[in-house]
């Protein structure tokens, strides 16, 4: 008999699982909107369009390439907005009403070692160590669950986004022990009886998973869980980062002015760079982030960075960043992020069964000019 092999058909959910396999969501932070924003996972992907920005314009593109899929680094809000209407919603509306899926990789890009050395090395820099401190906020959630509906529950916590630690699915600690309650009049107990003392041979089971995702988990511990009142248990926890940390900390090989620095970051980053700091300003360690970067200014300075490069610092950090020697180049925000957008687009083409004509990057959008 002859066996032949299928073809794997793309779907927005395979879409939506090579970004996270390259961007895993335990990266993002907390607040950040990530992952399958808009779209059925299992409808086919025909095409995907790679862009900065989820705009109505970004939507129109996607539609005149025949792509059905839109991959964005920005999300299109961080509040959920109340309505689902064009004047509220505006891209995101129109996404939805022309059956584009809209997938975000944001912070868990940005802090992706490929996501981190992206701007650096469109500088011309190499190497480096990891700007952001190494403590990654989480939650522990414990549980403790009979025997025999571990493997149920623990099952519906992993797929709720519990249990990854960096590139490691899975991840959970148990110890057994005996549980002991007694059931009140009018309660249904799984096992035991109203009235009745009842010991049961249990597991305690551990898993992490991020602030956000904690009622998520919660709620799939409820489901999963046989017993009519499950004790679960949700503390702060935190966990070292490893690589995937936000920015670079580089050497230049000659040391520079800050005036010479800055001009040359400007043209290879094809953008008018605003300074603070003074010209002749020596610069040989330099501190690179994309975006905002207004809470890493103390990173750059435990570094020993002379200067930091970022999308843009906020007034009062960039002047105390100044008077404590750390010089500011703000490149603005889109500029700096253009370089993700790549990274974001190899990620995509890791899909099955996608081909790689089929992912696009789009050209970038007219950021700010100056008269």
């Given at each position: 008999?002859?066996?032949?092999?299928?073809?794997?058909?793309?779907?927005?959910g395979?879409?939506?699982s090579?970004?996270?396999?390259?961007?895993?969501?335990?990266?993002?932070?907390?607040?950040?909107?990530?992952?399958?924003?808009?779209?059925?996972?299992?409808?086919?992907?025909?095409?995907?369009?790679?862009?900065?920005?989820?705009?109505?314009?970004?939507?129109?593109?996607?539609?005149?390439?025949?792509a059905?899929?839109?991959a964005?680094?920005?999300?299109?809000f961080?509040?959920?907005?109340?309505?689902?209407?064009?004047?509220v919603?505006g891209?995101?509306?129109?996404?939805?009403?022309?059956?584009?899926?809209?997938?975000?990789?944001?912070t868990?890009?940005?802090?992706?070692?490929s996501?981190?050395?992206?701007?650096?090395?469109?500088?011309?820099?190499?190497?480096g160590?990891?700007?952001?401190?190494?403590a990654?906020?989480?939650?522990?959630?414990?549980?403790?669950?009979?025997?025999?509906?571990?493997?149920?529950?623990?099952?519906?916590?992993?797929?709720?986004?519990a249990?990854?630690?960096?590139?490691?699915?899975g991840?959970?600690?148990?110890?057994?022990?005996?549980?002991?309650?007694?059931?009140?009049?009018?309660?249904?107990?799984?096992?035991?009886?109203?009235?009745?003392?009842?010991?049961?041979n249990e597991?305690?089971?551990?898993?992490?998973?991020?602030?956000?995702?904690?009622?998520?988990?919660?709620?799939?511990v409820?489901?999963?869980?046989?017993?009519?009142?499950?004790l679960v248990?949700?503390?702060?926890?935190v966990?070292?980062?490893?690589?995937?940390?936000?920015?670079?900390?580089?050497?230049?090989?000659?040391?520079?002015?800050?005036?010479?620095?800055?001009a040359?970051?400007?043209?290879?980053?094809?953008?008018?760079?605003?300074?603070?700091?003074?010209?002749?300003h020596?610069?040989?360690?330099?501190?690179?982030?994309?975006?905002?970067?207004?809470?890493?200014?103390?990173?750059?300075?435990?570094?020993?960075?002379?200067?930091?490069?970022?999308?843009?610092?906020r007034?009062?950090?960039?002047?105390?960043?100044?008077?404590?020697?750390?010089?500011i180049?703000?490149?603005?925000?889109?500029?700096?992020?253009?370089p993700?957008?790549?990274?974001?687009?190899?990620?995509?083409?890791?899909?099955?069964?996608?081909?790689?004509?089929?992912?696009?990057?789009?050209?970038?959008?007219?950021?700010?000019w100056?008269?």
């Amino acid at each position: 008999m002859n066996h032949t092999s299928l073809p794997v058909v793309p779907t927005v959910g395979s879409v939506v699982s090579a970004v996270a396999d390259a961007f895993p969501p335990e990266w993002a932070e907390s607040w950040d909107r990530i992952g399958l924003l808009a779209g059925d996972p299992e409808s086919r992907c025909e095409r995907v369009l790679v862009t900065l920005d989820l705009t109505r314009s970004a939507v129109s593109r996607a539609l005149a390439l025949g792509a059905n899929v839109i991959a964005t680094h920005h999300p299109p809000f961080l509040d959920p907005p109340q309505r689902l209407t064009p004047s509220v919603a505006g891209p995101l509306f129109d996404a939805l009403t022309a059956g584009v899926a809209v997938v975000v990789a944001h912070t868990n890009l940005d802090r992706a070692p490929s996501g981190a050395t992206a701007l650096p090395a469109l500088l011309g820099l190499e190497g480096g160590a990891p700007l952001e401190q190494t403590a990654l906020p989480m939650s522990s959630v414990m549980v403790y669950v009979p025997h025999d509906a571990l493997a149920k529950v623990k099952s519906a916590m992993m797929a709720a986004g519990a249990g990854r630690i960096g590139r490691y699915d899975g991840c959970s600690f148990s110890v057994e022990g005996t549980g002991s309650f007694t059931p009140r009049d009018g309660s249904r107990p799984a096992i035991g009886s109203p009235g009745s003392p009842t010991s049961v041979n249990e597991t305690r089971l551990e898993v992490v998973c991020p602030r956000s995702l904690a009622p998520s988990v919660i709620a799939a511990v409820r489901d999963a869980h046989p017993y009519e009142e499950p004790l679960v248990v949700v503390t702060d926890a935190v966990i070292a980062r490893g690589d995937a940390r936000m920015g670079r900390v580089c050497d230049l090989d000659q040391a520079m002015t800050l005036s010479e620095f800055a001009a040359l970051a400007g043209r290879l980053a094809c953008c008018a760079a605003r300074v603070r700091g003074t010209h002749d300003h020596r610069v040989q360690r330099v501190a690179v982030v994309t975006g905002s970067a207004g809470s890493l200014v103390d990173s750059a300075l435990s570094a020993g960075a002379e200067a930091l490069v970022a999308g843009e610092v906020r007034y009062h950090d960039a002047a105390s960043a100044v008077e404590a020697g750390l010089a500011i180049i703000e490149l603005g925000h889109d500029a700096s992020e253009r370089p993700l957008v790549p990274v974001l687009a190899e990620a995509v083409r890791t899909t099955p069964g996608l081909d790689s004509a089929n992912v696009i990057v789009d050209r970038p959008a007219p950021g700010y000019w100056t008269p």
